[in-house]
Every structure is written in C-alpha cells, then in structure tokens.
C-alpha cells in the first residue's frame, strides 16, 4: 500500500528525519551565521516574533481550512465518544502532563537539570498539554480505520473549545508553577494563531466550496497548499533551532531527558481514552481516533505561544520544539497498537 493511500504521506511518515536535519541546520546557523537569528530577532511586536508568525500562519491556515465547521451539526449522534474526547483532553491531559513534567523535571531528572530550567521546561510541556491535536488527527484516523465523519466533528468541537479553554488552563498551571504569564500575551497569541487562522480557513473553504463545490474544494484546493505547510514548518523548526543552537550544544543531553515526560504523556493520555470507550462500548472506529486526538499535540500553536511567551531563545520553546520532535514515531507506534487491537471493541455502531 502506498504512503498516499494509507493516509500519510512521505513528509509526514519522516516527519521526525526532518526535524532532526532542520535541527542540524539550525544549530550549524546559529553557530556560523549568528547575525541571521540576531537579525529576525529584531522584528517583533508585543513579544511575538513577526517572522516566527508569518511562518506558522503559513502551517497553520491550511490546516484550519480542512475543518467542516457544518459537522457540529452531528454532535448529538453518538455523544459519549465526543464525552470521552472532550473529558481527556480538557480535565485530564493539561493536568497530567503537569505533574509527570513536574515529576521528571523537578524530582527523577534534578541532578541534571537546574531549577530555573526544569520551570521553563515545564512551561513548554504544559503549552503542550494544552493543545490537543487538530489537523494530524485525520491522518492518525484514517491509519486505524477511524469513522471519518465522526473525526471531523471530534476535531471541529476541540478547536472551539481551544479558543475558550486554552488561555485559562495555560495561566493556571503556569501561575502554580510561579511563571509569571501576561494575559494580554496569552489572549494575543491565541488571536494570532488560532482565530486568524480559524476565521480564515472557516471563510476560504465556505467561499470556494460555494463556487467549485465541495468535491473541487477537499480534493483539489486544499491539497495545493500542502507543499507551504511543508515549507512552513521546516523553515519554523530551522529559525527556532538557530536560536536554541548554544543551549542545545551546552546540553544536548536535556533533548532527551524533554522527551521522556512527553513521550509518556503520550502513551498514558492514548490509554486513558482508548479504554475509556471500550469501557462505554463505542466501537473501534471511534475509539481510535478519540485515543488519538488527545495523544497527540497542537504543536504548532504550543511553539507558538511559548516563542510568544518567552521568547525564540528560550527553553521553554525547545521543550516544545522536542514535542515535534518525539510526535510522529510515537503516534505512529499508538497506530499500530490501536490495530491490532481493534479485535477486542464491539462492532455494533451503538
């Protein structure tokens, strides 16, 4: 079976490979050509890098465009999976990461890891905890066989709920962790790199699909940009990596000891809601994606508000950068899991 077939292409299956040649690219920049990053540094306003915006527009907007608002219509069919979803991602992912974050980087990993890193480390986990996955969800749905239709609503409720939840759960758990966290930045970065894009990706697919039909719309105009989301995110990663190229070299053991937290995050997160809805008996084909929404992360709005935040040099947007990192073999595995899995959830459409 073909990568394009299967639901995941070349690009997104390497995802990782990239990140780690973007990695060494930007380390190599930062060290050799430091005048670039001290350049784009100059360019900011209200503390958000206007080329770090630019680029993440340019992944984000595409994304947002293959959201079928319509669907939410379908809200009340099925609801427990949608429960089950919203439930996992809202009272227990944030929280969760908080504390296994809190555990590894105050308590296992503090003989390697000062105080003042692990809280910023800590923040970037918990932008990360914050931000359950949109658009890549279609890909982890369509590789376990998930209900399609039912994915796009599970996605298009989740990304209402960010514009609500978001900002409040980020200034709770960083105010318990004594980081100091300005509303005005917070609002401000989910207006940039939410309801912008949001508004613009709701507007671009009513407006061709109203002209070219629906047909033209999913299988023709999206797929135009998949290439500038592509470039978007690597150019993204390369900037954000020649500003972290001292830190990384300083510590480059600190790449893994990021990993560990999230990675188990990960796995406990796809847990929780996968038997969760075996629990309830919903059916495999909703169980998968509900495990797989809440497993993985809106990484580009959690990079995205902590360069924002606390800036393009700061640990905390390398601990969400180590989110990208980590995402696709670890999301990838949990596919596999849900598979050969799949045998054990009743296949009565309840």
Not at 81 to 107: D, E, H, Q, R
Not at 280 to 305: D, H, R
Not at 319 to 328: D, K, M, P, S
């Amino acid at each position: 079976m073909s990568n394009e077939k299967s639901g995941i292409s070349i690009f997104q299956k390497y995802l990782t490979v990239w990140v780690i040649i973007c990695m060494v690219i930007g380390v190599l920049i930062g060290q050799f050509l430091p005048q670039i990053p001290d350049f784009l540094n100059r360019f900011e306003y209200a503390k958000v890098s206007i080329p770090m915006a630019i680029l993440i527009w340019l992944m984000i907007y595409p994304m947002m465009m293959k959201v079928d608002f319509k669907s939410i219509k379908n809200v009340g069919k099925n609801p427990k999976g949608l429960f089950v979803t919203w439930i996992t991602n809202w009272l227990i992912k944030p929280f969760s990461m908080y504390g296994i974050a809190c555990l590894f980087f105050f308590v296992i990993f503090k003989a390697f890891i000062t105080p003042e890193l692990a809280t910023e480390y800590l923040a970037g986990a918990v932008l990360l905890g914050a931000a359950p996955c949109t658009a890549m969800v279609f890909v982890w749905s369509t590789l376990t066989k998930g209900d399609p239709a039912y994915t796009v609503v599970q996605v298009a409720t989740n990304d209402l709920i960010i514009l609500v939840a978001f900002v409040p759960i980020v200034k709770f758990l960083l105010g318990v962790s004594n980081v100091a966290v300005p509303w005005d930045t917070l609002f401000l970065s989910v207006a940039l790199f939410v309801v912008i894009p949001l508004a613009g990706g709701l507007l671009t697919r009513y407006f061709v699909t109203k002209k070219k039909g629906k047909d033209y719309f999913e299988n023709t105009f999206v797929k135009k940009f998949d290439g500038i989301t592509t470039i978007g995110l690597l150019l993204t990663l390369i900037l954000i990596f020649s500003f972290q190229g001292g830190i990384i070299l300083e510590n480059p053991l600190h790449i893994v000891l990021i990993a560990v937290p999230l990675v188990l995050q990960t796995f406990i997160i796809f847990a929780i809601a996968y038997i969760a809805c075996r629990i309830v008996k919903l059916p495999y084909k909703i169980a998968a994606p509900a495990g797989m929404i809440g497993a993985s992360n809106f990484f580009e709005l959690a990079v995205a508000v902590a360069v924002a935040l606390f800036g393009t040099t700061s640990p905390a947007a390398l601990a969400t950068t180590v989110g990208v990192l980590t995402e696709v073999p670890v999301m990838l595995f949990l596919c596999k899991i849900a598979n050969k899995t799949q045998n054990r959830f009743s296949d009565n459409d309840k």
